[in-house]
């Protein structure tokens, strides 16, 4: 899952090995389609847990965020169900975005990019931009 549209924020410098880790976590749906004529299967579809990791803030894909979530949503479900089918190979037949799971570090290069640019996100807070896009769906890990 790479739709992550950048436009803008990657100056190049990828400096961002002290930026943490984080992933997106999103709950998958997905159905089994037996290829061969006379097979089926019980129960054909399958519920599952996708984790996506997040790009370091400012690289390319870091907006994955921005283009994809509305208020701690999916803000097109079908677009993301999609996304999700095309790296898992097989039919998704819903998909919901979870959380950010996210280390302090992640956090923090994240809301320094995001102060960096609030033109980008139409903010005037970096509080703002995070409650925006990911509501209240972020949690902190070790």
């Not at 996506?52 to 283009?67: E, I, Q, S, V």
């Not at 999916?74 to 979870?98: G, I, K, S, Y």
């Amino acid at each position: 899952m790479t739709d992550g549209t950048d436009g803008g924020g990657d100056d190049g410098d990828d400096g961002n090995a002290s930026a943490g880790s984080a992933s997106y976590v999103l709950g998958v749906r997905f159905r089994l389609e037996p290829a061969a004529a006379g097979v089926s299967v019980e129960p054909a579809a399958f519920e599952t847990t996708l984790f996506r990791a997040a790009d370091p803030p400012g690289t390319d894909g870091w907006l994955f965020f921005r283009d994809n979530l509305w208020r701690g949503e999916l803000n097109d479900p079908a677009h993301v169900r999609d996304l999700a089918a095309e790296v898992l190979d097989v039919p998704v037949v819903a998909v919901d975005f979870r959380e950010l799971r996210t280390d302090e570090a992640y956090l923090d290069a994240l809301k320094a990019a995001i102060a960096d640019d609030l033109a980008l996100f139409n903010a005037d807070s970096t509080a703002e931009v995070i409650s925006k896009y990911l509501g209240s769906s972020i949690r902190v890990v070790e």
